[in-house]
Nanobody
């Protein structure tokens, strides 16, 4: 069993920045393509960014150039640096990682961007 705990969300004005963290209870971020997802009220959960074992990143078009995904194997932690935030970035952000047989989700962290 793996626990993922997100942190770093909050309320920020448009144009501001936040850094989300996803701490895992054990080493997991080298398996498959872990990433960040988000879900806004009334909308389906959507992919924000993923990172491969080799460090190749993939971003949703809506966040390209503004968000950066990274991970620190030594700390069992994955990050999402979010810059130039927009009101439409408001959502609950979840991290997702993979074990040998299943995927794991964190509990989510709320990000609210005011205009």
């Amino acid at each position: 069993q793996v626990q993922l705990v997100e942190s770093g969300g909050g309320l920020v004005q448009a144009g501001g920045s936040l850094r989300l963290s996803c701490a895992a209870s054990r080493s997991i971020f080298s398996i498959n393509d872990p990433g960040w997802y988000r879900q806004a009220p009334g909308k389906q959960r959507e992919l924000v960014a993923t990172i491969t074992r080799g460090g190749i990143t993939n971003y949703a078009d809506s966040v390209k150039g503004r968000f950066t995904i990274s991970r620190d194997y030594a700390k069992n932690t994955m990050y999402l640096q979010m810059n130039s935030l927009k009101p439409e970035d408001t959502a609950v952000y979840y991290c997702k990682a993979y074990g040998s047989t299943r995927a794991y989700w964190g509990q989510g962290t709320q990000v609210t961007v005011s205009s």
